[in-house]
């Protein structure tokens, strides 16, 4: 989901996995203003990797390095952690992963889904 988009019925917390709050918003409307409920900047791509990516034009050969950097990154134990444990919370609560991205096809909000998705979780869209 894009953070700052209308919710969507029945999707539950929505989680802001990017690096940085969304500018000229006071943190108390970040949750009004439909950008996020919980803000996990340990699941977004590092600088180093966005700036990266963002230095030519997307090509399928382009977003595969960066998605392999990505996996590379959530492979580290904080990451990792927090990865598992939305899997398992998956079952029992409904949540939301965010960026600010607006083709979901080619942000990192699309290999979190599989990198949760391997971890069980339960995914409904």
Sequence with gaps: MRLGTPRARGEGL?????????????KQDFAKR?????????LAP?????????????????????????RREMGAPQP?????????????VSFSVG???AREERCHRAVLRELLAGQGAKITR
């Design 99 to 101: 960026c600010y991205c």
């Design 46 to 70: 590092s600088q180093r990797v966005v700036s990266k990516a963002m230095s030519k034009p997307w090509t399928d050969q382009r977003w595969a390095k960066f998605a392999n950097e990505y």
């Design 14 to 26: 929505r989680l802001g996995t990017v690096r940085r709050p969304p500018r000229g918003v006071r």
């Design 80 to 92: 990792r952690q927090v990865i598992e444990l939305l899997a398992r919370l998956s079952h029992h």
């Design 34 to 42: 439909d950008y996020y409920d919980q803000w996990l900047p340990v």
